[in-house]
């Protein structure tokens, strides 16, 4: 991945995908699917091409459309296209962690309907029943914490103080 005229810039940048793509697999997931979107999370431009994946990241174009396609259907990249052009690119949203939150939401609240309608079938105070009540509290404790509306509060905090801050800089 690394070409003798990269800049520092341009080696940080590649440490960080090469780095988002391990914590990535440590999950369990594709190493190369993490680094597309690693390399999409730090990307500038309106949109990146197959083509450019492949040959920044060293991976076949199979592996692109295989893994892009499983990043579009699970929400963290999007396909766009650019006016008068024909083929496709990818995007990441600039806060994609704000939709994970919403498909974990539609995840949790899920499983937890799966655990109050499973709970009543299983032997009370037994290991299974211990198990599927805890899956059901846990799922509920998540749910009632409101990670989503918690995070757009904070992002909102955030802002407002970067804000006050260009507004309150000397020579303003």
């Known amino acids: 991945m690394q070409?003798?005229?990269?800049?520092?810039?341009?080696?940080?940048?590649?440490?960080?995908?090469?780095?988002?793509?391990d914590s990535w697999a440590a999950t369990g997931a594709s190493r190369i699917e993490g680094l597309i979107a690693g390399y999409l999370l730090v990307d500038e431009s309106d949109g990146v091409s197959p083509q450019e994946l492949s040959q920044q990241l060293q991976i076949s174009a199979g592996s692109v459309s295989s893994y892009t396609r499983a990043l579009v259907e699970r929400g963290f990249v999007r396909r766009v296209r650019r006016s008068g052009e024909r083929s496709h690119y990818?995007?990441?949203?600039?806060?994609?962690?704000?939709?994970?939150?919403?498909?974990?939401?539609?995840?949790?609240?899920?499983?937890?309907?799966?655990?109050?309608?499973?709970?009543?079938?299983v032997r009370e105070g037994g290991v299974a029943w211990q198990r599927v009540r805890n899956m059901r509290d846990y799922m509920s404790w998540l749910i009632d914490s409101r990670l989503g509306s918690e995070w757009a509060r904070i992002k909102a905090e955030r802002d407002q103080l970067q804000r006050d801050q260009q507004q309150n800089a000397p020579g303003r």
């Open 90 to 121: 990818f995007v990441m949203d600039e806060d994609v962690w704000a939709g994970f939150l919403e498909r974990e939401q539609e995840y949790l609240t899920s499983q937890l309907q799966l655990a109050v309608e499973t709970l009543p079938h």
């Open 3 to 21: 070409s003798p005229e990269d800049s520092p810039a341009d080696l940080q940048m590649r440490q960080f995908v090469e780095r988002f793509a």
